[in-house]
């Protein structure tokens, strides 16, 4: 069915758009690339299947996902990026924070193994539909969709017109700067951190409720596809990233439809280095950045 | 046994180098594993589908790695060098994805036959590799690296063409990957896609900066030592990637410039010092 | 065409604006050959970003540069840099990282346009005599081994120039190059360029110094807003009403 799909498609490119808002918000303030971003979305799934399992409840779950999750973006941030602030640490930064990709994903393995993980929640609320003119669509879906979108909303409002999105803003202008007019810059890192790493764990718990998996693989598979998102979109854009999860939602769902699917992840790809040489910034980004100042 | 040794000692070795010539210039590729995928591939069809010999096979492979190094390096130089690190992890994950797609050569179960690498081949290899690379770092090349590495702007204001620069180190450090997964592969007999996922890509980098880059004899002993401790330590295999991580973090966080840092100063005292004798 | 009339850089009706904020506003001038041109204005004139987009650095929004008579408008920095238009920039920008020697030494033209030639052809000596020539020249010989990154300002000033010139280029820009420097050392400065001029056709000078640009430019052009405002010989542009209006609208200007 082809609507099917496409709302497949668009439930997917949202939880997609979530990875990617971090990635985005991320590299626009700090202008590095998180490596470790995608393990905090892996991770996401199986704190819920944990509190799951401890007895929570849906609801509890989720809170305390977006908290732990948020922890270790703080983490992250300490450990792989506080010391590599400098305009030509990217390699550093990078390597740093892959490497601490590498121990979560490790880590993780050691705890839950290297197969995928059943998780099922209790009642219904996994195989539940409605049917809408004529189609018959699972709920959770819905819900996972309005949610995302819902998130992001608050994101884009945040960041634009609240106080704490003015400093983000600053200090994604230009750190120095935002210094000088009293900004702690840190700090401003430490909360994108946690609200990046927030959204990508409830992105990955997201994935594993939908799927009724938790799997250590989807950091390097989902994960770092939003990677590719993000730069699609332009880096550094929270539009873009929304936009470019989308569209890259519905497109592998065609691909799939057309018996493609085996080179969606390929796709992704290829259609990040074609974006590059025909628009370098992306969908929606400037090249301006803070190093090109002479 | 012996020959196990050196044969992957060696390998690792020159995938290492693969990462650094390219870091020379001051990008960072997480495409070699794919590289090295494609070599042992495109090699291991030329050999067995059409009986070509194998180093022949090794440099056709390591040309086509090249030239698609170049191919989708180019969009993301032309821009920023930022985008190169993604298109690397790009590249990895695509090649994987369409070695899996294609059954001519064993879709997600592999392909196999080849024979033909011995130890002889992979010494031969590393010293060849090495001597390129010891002669590179006595020329003019090795500054002009540097000042790219450095500060691009200031080198394009010096008539360097950065771009021009940084994409033939990626289309060798591609061409090196790739031959290095020719003779791989040929040692092996049978190669699957599983083997050259992302995080190959990534112990390799950390092999090249472990061993540190401040010259081209750091990522031969990081290889070195990382494809042998596991060997000898019982146990510690299964613990690779978080005492890998772990290490790498602690040095970069110790010592965030010497891990990267290329030529010490009293290297780079002395290197002139022998130019002006010369 | 007469080659000596040709000027040797024409530009015409250069404009530059950065996120709606105008930095050039439809900048024309000529450079000729043999002269040394003074531009002046007070900070934020867009002094820099005119030589930044006559450089490449930047991409100009509109008008045309005309080099030894050629259209090379769009062309980026390191081709206009092989064509022989040398800079240095306001706020340093050397290899600090790499010896005194070592940065002169990039720029010698054969390596820097054919760096990949060097790893085949053997030429062992690889332009360290030049080099070392033009190291004596502007007093840094005794530092050719030290970093780059660990000479004092005015050093690194004279560094700069003197990897400007290894490239052989015809029209050299400075970028303030006597920023930050005392009196002694603004002398010394102005009689290396004026040494410097021997080795190229023209040199554009960007600078505060009024006594400094009086003694040295043959002509002048001062700049405000992003406009040219007076151009002519020095003693009569430092004296036009508006020239002096501009300074004294702004304050900072001799910083
Ligand atoms: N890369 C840039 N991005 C945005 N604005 C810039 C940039 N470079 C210069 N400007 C602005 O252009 C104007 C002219 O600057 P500049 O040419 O540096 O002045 P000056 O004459 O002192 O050299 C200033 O208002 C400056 O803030
Ligand atoms: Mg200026």
Redesign the interface.
Known sequence: MLVEQLINGVVLGSMYALIAQGYTLIFGVLDK?NFAHGEVFMLGGFVCLASIALGASLPVAILVAAIISGLLGLMIEF??FR??RSPD????A???S??????I???SQKVWGAEPVALTLPGTLQTATVSIAGLNIVVLRLAILVISLLLMFVLYGVVVKTSLGRRIRAVAESPAKAALFGINVTRVNQQVFFIASAMSGLAGLALAVRTGYANTDVG?TFG??A??IM?IGGMGDLRGALIGGLLVGVLEALAFQWGLG??A??F???F???I??VR??GLFGT?I?KD?R? | MMQDYVVFVGINIVLAWSVYVI?LA?S?S?ANGGFMAIGAYVSGVLTVKFGVPLVLAALAAGVAAGAIGVL?GF??L??????L???T???T??VK??I??IDYVGGIQGFGGMVGTTQWHVVALVAMVGCGLWALSKSPLQRILDAVREDE?SAASLGINPVHVKLVCFGAGAFLAAVAGSFYAHYLIHVAPDQF???LS?FI??YA?LGGTNNLWGPPIGAAIMTLIPEFVRGLES????A???I??GL??IR?DGL?AFRSITARARGIFVTKRA | MDMAAQPILAVDGLRKSFRGLTALESVSLEVRRGEILGLMGPNGAGKSVFI?VITG?YPSDGGAIRYCGRDVTALPSYVLARLGIART?Q?I?LLRRMTVLENVLVAIKDHASQPFRSLFVRNRSGGVAAAMALLEQFHLADKADRLAGTLAYGEARRLEIARALAGKPSLLFLDEPAAGMNERETEELAATIRTSHRLVEAIVIVEHDVAMMRGLSDRLVVMDSGRKIAEGNPADVLTQPNVVEAYLGTDGADD
């Open positions: 690339l450990v792989g010391k590599f640490a990217h390699i550093t990078a390597l740093s892959f490497a601490i990709g590498l121990v994903i490790d880590l390097f770092l596809k990677l590719a730069a085996q080179l992840d390929v992704v790809w290829l990040m280095i074609v590059l040489l370098p910034a090249l950045s090109v002479a | 870091l001051g960072l997480f989708v969009p993301a032309r821009t920023r060098g930022i985008y690190m993604l298109v992890v790009g590249v994950v695509s994805a369409v899996e797609s702007l996922g992302i995080v990534v980098v950390l900066v613990w690779r990637p978080t890998f991580g772990i790498i973090l970069l966080l965030p990267l | 930044n650095l920039y706020n920008r």
